[in-house]
C-alpha cells in the first residue's frame, strides 16, 4: 500500500495556526492574508475527514483530533526544517566551485576577485579552467561563466557582456614595419591566431567586405592568453577582445592599428543550476559579477 501523505503546504499552514492558536497572527508569520490560511487548513481538514480547529468566539481552539495530530506531526515538521538547515548552512560553507575559461580567468576576472573576497571574506572560491561546456549532471561546479548565445536547458543565466573583437599588436611592432593604411595592410605583418578563435581574421575581414588570403603555415596559438601574450611581445598583430585586454589597451603595451571593431551574436552569461538560483553564496557572486560586468559594457 502506498504511504497516504497529507499536502505539505496546507500542512505547514496547520502547524503555523495551532502553535499560535490564530489564523491572524500564522497569516503575518506567513506573509498570507487570513483568508489564504483558512483554505488551507479547510484543504487539510477536507484531506483528513476531520476538524481540527472550532471557530468561536473570540478566537480559535484545538479539537482533540487537532491537539493530537500536533502533538505528532508539529516535531516532525519541525525536524525536516531543521534538517533542511543544517544541509544548506553546511553547503554555504562549502567553496564555490566555478568553471571559468583560462583568458577570461587570467585578463577579467583574477584581477577583480580580491575585492569579492574583501566584500565576503566567508566565500571561498575554487576556480576550474575548462574550454569544454558546462555540464551540471556531469561537472562538479556550482556555476560557470560561459560564452555563447544564453540557452542552456536547465539553468538560469544572466548576461555579463557582448563579445568583440579588433586588431592589437604591440606598438614597438608599428615603429619599424610598414604602415598600416587600409585593412589588407595588416597582413604586411605576421598574423597570430588563437586556435580557439581561429575565425576570428576571417570574419573581420568578411565584416569589411574583404576575403583574407589563405595562408600556407598559419602561426596558430593554443589558446587566446598566448596569442594575446606574442602580440604584447611584438610577435605580429592578434585580433584581440577589448574587455578582456583592457590593461594592456590604457598602459599601451597594446594599441589597434587598424579602428574597426566586429561584435559578435555571442555574450558571456553566468550560468547556474536551476535549482541552485537561491543560494546565497551564488547570488551574492552574481549580483557583484553583474555590478563589475557593467562597468565594461
Known sequence: MSARLPPLNPLHVFVCAARHCSFTRAAEELSVSQSAVSRQVAVLEHFLGLRLFLRERPGLRLTPDGVQYLA????????????????????????????????????????????FQALHPEVQIRINSSVV???????????????????????????????????????????????????????????????????????????????????????????????????????????????MLKTELDNRSLVCPYPHSVKRDLAYYFVIPEAMGNRRRLRNFRNWLVKEAGKDR
Open 72 to 115: 505528532e506531526v508539529g516535531p516532525a515538521f519541525q525536524a525536516i526544517v531543521d534538517a533542511t538547515d543544517r544541509l544548506t548552512q553546511t553547503s554555504e560553507r562549502e567553496p564555490l566551485r566555478l568553471q571559468v575559461y583560462q583568458t577570461f580567468m587570467a585578463k577579467w576576472l583574477m584581477r577583480r576577485l580580491p575585492e
Open 133 to 243: 561546456p558546462v555540464d551540471f549532471t556531469r561537472h562538479r561546479v556550482d556555476a560557470a561563466i560561459q560564452l555563447g548565445n544564453g540557452d542552456w536547458p536547465g539553468t538560469q543565466v544572466t548576461l555579463l557582456f557582448g563579445d568583440s573583437f579588433e586588431p592589437v599588436c604591440s606598438p614597438k611592432l608599428l615603429e619599424t614595419g610598414p604602415p598600416i593604411e587600409r585593412p589588407l595592410d595588416l597582413l604586411r605583418y605576421p598574423v597570430l591566431h588563437s586556435h580557439y578563435r581561429r575565425r576570428d581574421w576571417d570574419h573581420w575581414f568578411a565584416s569589411l567586405g574583404l576575403v583574407i588570403p589563405k595562408e600556407e603555415q598559419p602561426t596558430i596559438f593554443p589558446s587566446s592568453l598566448l596569442t594575446y601574450q606574442a602580440a604584447v611581445d611584438g610577435l605580429g598583430i592578434a585580433m584581440g577582445q577589448p574587455t
